[in-house]
């Protein structure tokens, strides 16, 4: 026992010893690091004092006496606590003058719907240019210049993050502290990136099946399988401890180095207590980043001190555990010493009259004196226009809106290892594009490219994933189906197969399958396309869901075209209670059972299941037979050409759109509005709106005073009048768009018959053409439904202000 005695004590006393000489390291690179001096980049520009105000350069008497406090607060200060670092209370600023922290931060809410929310403001300060700092540093720049140069150390970009944060509302703080390596020097490289991130979903409880019922099986006395499951469970232990032996290699590999400076980096962020604008819970928010932790994240060590533009707080408590037993009521004096003893009341507990007189009484000048710079900053976000971060096996690029021609915003790169050596897949997103496009993704293993759209595409589209631009390749189209006449949801195409999936259709499609064959020889005309000739089309296969206005047996549910074999298959919808569907067979007609362009029906024509009329199934193969002409024409592969086209010509003239509030980007429409202006100054005050009554007025001889019968034939002449234009405008949109089909079909006609000898750009004019017309139906039909939703509350709305009109409302208030 004495000998374990001995050998514990030597051991404690080991440990002892490193522990000091692990200390006195510590101490002197602390010493170093106070004596090096900060590596700033060369690139920093200088910075032009010139034009800011004159009170950065001078100290009212307000601040004077702000600093003498200060002075006076910081000797008692270290006085009696010699072992704490020295606070960081009055800085020089860009001009070389002292001014008290709280005096640098200025709230103000920039006009952009972005930085009304946390997080949008945290962004958008996270896109600067950081500079890390290893010590506290000496100056403390202004908002308004790390706004200019968009370029800053984390001090002042928690100034700057602050100053709007509590113009937009919240109850914020600065906050001198202490972090970890990684998020001091903004080192990404071992975490993964946030769009990377897939949220966590919520376990689903399944619904246990009740057994109430169930009769139960007798045991079964004999295991059978126990050899077998103990082999399974080895096999698994073992497959077990490869996987964490994986695991652990892995993360030794990304497990982070000892940093000789643990506890000692000073790091600045922001903090944000609960209360005001909602907030649930109090948490940190680091500039560099962006991001929010809560307070007990284990990279924030401890913090010194705490201020926003009222006062200024000094940490009490022992931060040996970080800043995960922190407490942050700032009004409790034990936990927190306040300089200015007069304003020690949180933000929070200020009611908004006196939160405003406070503001006001400031006489210090806004953060913004211009606006063009705050919507210059927004604009270019850093200050060359582009940021890269590193994350674990990705790369994330950052442009400034139009600084790229093919409006490229954001580029986040996939690497398959962690050397960041090859490229697994390329995720693009844009803004401002004509063409809609909002993201892309590259897949670099596969080939496999997929652009999204936003809503608003000419040809509807909504996704398009293909390995090429090229016709018949493998591609996959997802449209908005809402804004197609045609319903078409989803077309998936290969070399030989073409699917197509619609919604909400009224004749109850829902797919549409076709088969194509092997393209046959024909003789090349001089000046014309060699690759125009289109694929032949072996079958056609058509789905239909249920309509329940139609007994099951006479309701297609599939309808097949053998084209090579002159055949139609029909498959009615199952019946209750039965297990077969009914079926009919048509056979294509010879040439001699034609009379002209009519067919002659005759009852070896036709195998069915069921007995039917001979009227019906003439009717019904007709119209089959006319929908087997459409399908030969392929009008979807004309479909397809004229997109591909469409987005050949989109990725080769990329064009971005500017907003008509942009008036720095848009001329033209400055212009505009500088002239509608003027028209409106220059329009007299007497002019007035022209009287919707004044047409039937005329009639009754424009009486001031008007009898009952008056006022009802007055009320019904106006109704019925409003009511006939509702019909024609109708009327005169459908007409348009019965004219435009028409001519659509024509033209798709007339390219059958005429695509033989058509040259390229013939082909490439018709295509445009018939792009127009399409897109000029959609409008139509789009315009025919709003028109006939809105007509019924158009009528409503004019009946209820014809009973409030004061000429009218005598003798409508008890009709």
């Known amino acids: 026992m004495d000998v374990l005695e001995e050998k514990e004590e030597e051991e404690q006393r080991e440990e002892e010893l490193k522990a000091l000489e692990i200390s006195d390291n510590l101490q002197d690179l602390e010493m170093k690091v106070s004596v090096e001096q900060v590596c700033v980049p060369s690139d920093v520009p200088s910075i032009d004092t010139s034009q800011l105000p004159s009170s950065y350069k001078t100290n009212s ?47 103000t809410l920039l006009p952009y719907a972005e930085l009304y929310h946390w997080d949008g403001c945290a962004s958008f300060v996270s896109e600067m240019d950081p500079m890390p700092e290893l010590r506290l540093p000496s100056s403390l720049y202004s908002p308004t210049t790390i706004l200019k140069y968009q370029r800053g150390n984390c001090f002042d970009f928690s100034v700057l993050l602050c100053s709007m944060l509590i113009g937009a509302g919240y109850d914020a703080y600065c906050v001198h502290g202490y972090a970890t390596h990684e998020m001091c020097t903004l080192d990404e490289t071992l975490k993964l990136c946030p769009l990377l991130r897939k949220p966590q979903e919520e376990p ?43 695991v652990e290699k892995v993360t030794e590999v990304e497990k982070p180095k000892r940093d000789p400076l643990h506890g000692l980096r000073v790091h600045a962020w922001v903090l944000v207590l609960s209360g ?29 001190s705490v201020w926003n533009h009222r006062n200024y707080w000094v940490n009490m408590q022992d931060c040996w555990n970080g800043c995960k037993d922190l407490i942050f009521d700032l009004g409790d004096t034990i936990h927190w010493e306040v300089m200015l003893s007069g304003s020690n009341k949180p933000l929070q507990l200020l009611s908004d009259a006196e939160e405003e007189k406070e503001l006001s009484d400031r006489d210090s000048d806004d953060m913004v004196s211009d606006p063009n710079d705050g919507s210059c900053a927004f604009e270019t976000r850093c200050s060359e226009g582009r940021k890269v971060i590193l994350y674990k096996k990705a790369k994330l690029e950052k442009w400034a809106p139009y ?10 790169t996939i690497y398959a290892d962690l050397g960041c050596t090859e490229v697994a897949e390329v995720r693009e997103w844009f803004k401002n594009r004509e063409d809609r496009l909002d993201m892309r993704e590259v897949n670099k293993q596969t080939q496999l490219t997929t652009d999204y759209f936003s809503p608003g595409h000419l040809l509807c589209l909504k996704a398009h ?92 549910a599939e309808r097949v075209f053998l084209i090579t ?65 459409e399908g030969e024409m392929s009008v979807e592969e004309l479909q397809v050409l004229n997109i591909l086209k469409v987005r050949e010509n989109e990725e080769t ?78 009327n005169i949109i459908q007409a348009r768009l019965e004219k435009a089909v028409e001519e659509l079909q024509k033209k798709d006609q007339w390219f059958q018959k005429n695509q033989n000898r058509l040259s390229a750009e013939e082909e490439d004019d018709f295509l445009t053409r018939r792009s127009e017309t399409t897109f000029h139906i959609q409008i139509l039909a789009l315009r025919l439904k709003r028109e006939k939703q809105a007509a019924p509350q158009k009528y409503l709305a004019l009946e209820e202000k014809l009973r409030k009109d004061p000429r009218l409302a005598e003798h409508l208030d008890h009709t």
């Not at 409880?205 to 007798?218: L, Q």
């Not at 036709?606 to 119209?623: A, D, G, P």
Request: charged share 35%; hydrophobic share 30%.
């Open 276 to 304: 005001k604008k909602e907030v649930p819970e109090t948490f940190f928010i680091n500039p560099f980043t962006g991001n929010s932790h809560s307070t007990m994240d284990e990279h924030f060590l401890g913090i010194e």
């Open 204 to 246: 689903k409880e399944r619904m246990k099946k009740s057994n109430k019922y169930r009769v139960k099986p007798p045991p079964d006395l004999q295991s059978k399988f126990e050899l077998q499951q103990e082999a399974k469970k080895a096999e698994t232990e073992a497959a077990e401890k490869n996987e964490e032996k994986e």
């Open 465 to 556: 994933t293909y390995t090429s631009l090229q016709p018949e390749t493998e591609y996959t189209m997802e449209f908005y189906n809402e804004a197609r006449v045609d319903g078409l949801q989803k077309r998936v195409e290969t070399p030989n197969e073409m699917t197509e999936y619609f919604v909400g259709r009224d004749d109850f499609l829902h797919v549409r399958y076709m088969e194509f064959g092997k393209r046959r020889k024909k003789i090349h005309l001089a000046g014309t396309r060699t690759d125009i000739n289109s694929r032949p089309i072996v079958q056609i296969k058509e789905c239909f869901h249920r309509n329940p206005e139609k007994p099951a047996d006479e309701d297609v």
């Open 565 to 629: 074999e002159d055949m139609i298959q029909l498959t009615y919808h199952l019946k209750d209670k039965y297990i077969t569907a009914s079926k009919k067979d048509f056979f294509k007609a010879a040439e001699g059972d034609r009379k002209g362009n009519e067919m002659v029906m005759t009852p070896e024509m036709c195998i069915t299941y069921q007995v039917w009329r001979r009227t019906t199934y003439i009717l019904n193969f007709s119209y089959i037979h006319k929908t087997e002409r």
């Open 653 to 730: 003239n990329i064009k971005l759109s500017v907003s008509i509030y942009n008036v720095e980007k848009n001329e033209k429409r400055r212009q505009q509005y500088e002239a509608m202006t003027r028209e409106d100054d220059l329009r007299g005050p007497g002019e007035q709106d022209l009287d919707y009554l004044a047409p039937f007025l005329i009639q009754i001889g424009h009486r001031e005073k008007m009898t009952k019968g008056q006022a009802l034939r007055v009320r019904d002449d106006c109704l019925t009048d409003f009511k006939n234009r509702l019909i024609n405008r109708a």
């Open 403 to 412: 600084l790229n021609g093919n409006g490229l915003v954001k580029r986040l």
């Open 61 to 107: 008497l307000n601040e004077e006496k702000l600093l003498h406090i200060a002075d006076h607060f910081l000797q008692q200060y270290t006085h009696l606590c010699p072992d704490r670092k020295p606070l960081f209370l009055h800085p020089v600023n860009e001009c070389g003058v002292e001014k008290f922290v709280s005096t640098t931060v200025r709230p």
